[in-house]
C-alpha cells in the first residue's frame, strides 16, 4: 500500500491553503521515476515565497537536495543542489570573504527558487538579477532526462528557466559567482525624507550606490503623502570600521531570535494600529540623517530576526503585492498608488521602494525593468481583492508589471509575459489561474 503524501500546503503569507500531494526526494534516479509517474508537478524551494507560485495538484519539495558540491576559493565559485538555502551559502562564504552578489529579503529562500523568481535585491540599478551571476544548472525535463543549461549549451532552456517560475522542469544543481568582501557589515546612511518628492530626489541622488532602499508610509495623505526613509549601504572595508568590529571583520556574534508563538487574533492588526506602528517607525530616527556601521543581515534580512513573524497578520494570512512602474512614470504612478492604498484604509507594516536599472533582454521572463518597484504586504480580508483590482489598473495604465512571485490575486492581463514559457507537465496553480482567466 502507498504511502498518503496529501497534506495542507501554503507559502509564506499562509494564503491560500491547499490540499496537495507534496513529495521529496534526494536522489536524482527517484526523482526522475516520480516525473515520469505523474502528469502535472511542480517543484517548490523552502516555501518562502509569498504567493501561490509554488502550489499545485503535484508538488515537488527540493528540500532535500541539499548539499554542497563544490566552492571554489580562489574565484569564488559555488556549486550546490537546488534546495541548499541562501542562508547555508552565507554561512560558508562570508568567513571566507564572500557574499551573495544578489539577494533578496530573505536569506531562507533555495537557491533553485531563486532561480526560478530570478530574484532581485536593493542593488538591481548597479549590480541586476541573481541570474547574472549564475554560470551553469542542471535541469531535469518532463522525460526525465537530464540537462545542463548554461549561456553557451543549452540556452533556449537556460533563459526560460531564468524567471520561469518553475515551469520548464526541476533545477537540480547550480553553480553561481559570489563577490569579495572585506567584512560583514555595510556601511548605511538612513536619510528621512517628508514626502514623495523629496524620496524620489534621493533616490536620483544615490545611483551610485550600491544599495538602496526606502520604507515608505503609505497612509499618509496630502502634504505628507509617501514620507519615507532612505537606507543606502556599501560593504565595509575592515580599515573604515571601529577598533572593535575590525578585530574579527568576517564574523558575527549570533543573536537571541525571538519567536511569535501563535497567530495573532484578527483585531490586532487594523488601520489604526498599523498607522501607530509607522508613525514610530519614522520617529524613532530624530535626526535627519544618520551614519553609521550595521552588519550584513541587520541590513539585508531585518524580518529574519524574528521567527514565524507572517503569524502576526492572523490565520487568514496576508499578500505581498508587488509591482514595477517604468522610470519616467514613476513618480506619479506611486503617487496614485499611495493614494489609492490610504484611501482604502488597508495599510500596510512593510511598504519597501526600490529603483531598478535596466533589464538583461535576454532575461525575458525576468520580472524587474528600468523602473521603480514597490512591494506592500495586505492581510487578508473582504475588501483585499476590491484594492488589488485598482491597483492592478494604475499599474496596467503606467505600462507597469507584477512580480509572479508574490501573486496569488492579480487578474492575467497583467502577467502576459509568462506566455513565452511552454510546459505540458510543469504547472503551478498560478499558471492554471492565469490561463483560465485568459480563456
Known amino acids: 500500500m502507498k504511502p498518503n503524501f496529501i497534506q495542507k500546503v501554503t507559502n509564506w503569507g499562509n494564503f491560500p491553503v491547499v490540499e496537495k500531494e507534496m513529495r521529496s526526494e534526494d536522489s536524482f534516479k527517484k526523482i526522475k ?4 509517474s505523474h502528469n502535472e508537478i511542480i517543484a517548490r524551494g523552502n516555501g518562502r515565497c509569498y504567493g501561490d507560485a509554488s502550489l499545485g495538484e503535484t508538488i515537488f519539495s527540493t528540500k532535500k537536495l541539499n548539499k554542497f558540491i563544490s566552492f571554489d576559493r580562489l574565484n569564488g565559485i559555488i556549486e550546490c543542489e537546488s534546495g541548499v538555502l541562501l542562508s547555508d551559502v552565507l554561512e560558508i562564504s562570508v568567513p571566507q570573504g564572500y557574499f551573495l552578489y544578489v539577494t533578496p529579503g530573505t536569506k531562507f529562500i533555495s537557491v533553485g527558487g531563486a532561480i526560478a523568481s530570478d530574484v532581485h535585491g536593493k542593488n538591481h540599478h548597479a549590480e541586476g538579477c541573481f541570474s547574472e551571476y549564475v554560470t551553469e544548472f ?4 518532463e522525460d526525465g532526462n537530464i540537462i545542463t543549461c548554461s549561456r553557451e549549451e543549452n540556452s533556449d532552456k537556460f533563459w526560460a528557466t531564468i524567471g ?3 515551469l520548464t522542469g526541476i533545477i537540480l544543481t547550480v553553480k553561481f559567482k559570489l563577490k569579495n568582501i572585506q567584512s560583514a557589515y555595510i556601511r548605511q546612511e538612513s536619510i528621512k525624507a517628508e514626502n514623495l518628492d523629496e524620496i524620489f530626489r534621493l ?8 544599495y538602496t532602499v526606502a520604507w515608505i508610509d503609505c497612509l499618509q495623505k496630502g502634504k505628507n503623502l509617501g514620507r519615507s526613509i532612505l537606507m543606502r549601504g556599501e560593504h565595509a572595508f575592515q580599515h573604515e570600521l571601529p577598533q572593535n568590529l575590525a578585530r574579527q571583520p568576517l564574523r558575527l556574534k549570533k543573536k537571541l531570535q525571538p519567536t511569535v508563538p501563535f497567530y495573532f487574533p484578527g483585531f490586532v492588526l487594523n488601520a489604526l494600529t498599523v498607522k501607530i506602528f509607522n508613525l514610530l517607525y519614522y520617529k524613532k530616527q530624530t535626526k535627519k540623517e544618520v551614519k553609521s556601521f550595521i552588519d ?3 541590513f539585508f534580512y531585518p524580518l529574519d530576526a524574528i521567527n514565524d513573524w507572517n503569524k502576526i497578520y492572523g490565520k487568514s494570512g496576508f499578500i505581498q503585492y508587488q509591482m514595477v512602474i517604468p522610470k519616467e512614470a514613476g513618480k506619479e504612478g506611486m503617487k496614485q498608488i499611495l493614494e489609492t492604498i490610504a484611501a482604502s484604509g488597508n495599510g500596510s507594516f512593510l511598504a519597501v521602494l526600490k529603483l531598478f536599472g535596466k533589464n538583461n533582454p535576454e532575461a525575458y521572463n525576468s520580472f524587474p525593468f528600468e ?3 514597490l512591494a506592500l504586504d495586505f492581510k487578508v480580508n473582504s475588501k483585499l481583492k ?6 492592478d489598473d494604475i499599474v496596467q495604465q503606467f505600462g507597469g508589471r507584477i512580480y509572479l512571485t508574490k501573486d496569488s490575486m492579480s487578474r492575467s492581463s497583467l502577467t502576459n509575459y509568462l ?3 511552454q510546459s505540458s507537465k510543469f504547472v503551478s496553480l498560478q499558471h492554471k489561474r492565469i490561463i483560465n482567466n485568459n480563456s
Do not use: A, P, Q
Not at 521515476?33 to 515520469?36: D, R
Not at 542542471?138 to 525535463?141: G, I, P, R
Not at 533616490?203 to 550600491?210: A, D, G, Q
Open 419 to 421: 506566455k513565452n514559457i
Open 296 to 298: 550584513y543581515e541587520t
Open 371 to 373: 523602473g521603480y518597484t
Open 203 to 210: 533616490f536620483e541622488e544615490s545611483e551610485n550606490w550600491t
Open 386 to 391: 476590491k484594492l488589488v483590482d485598482k491597483l
Open 33 to 36: 521515476e516520480f516525473v515520469l
Open 138 to 141: 542542471k535541469l531535469m525535463t
Open 164 to 166: 520561469g517560475m518553475g
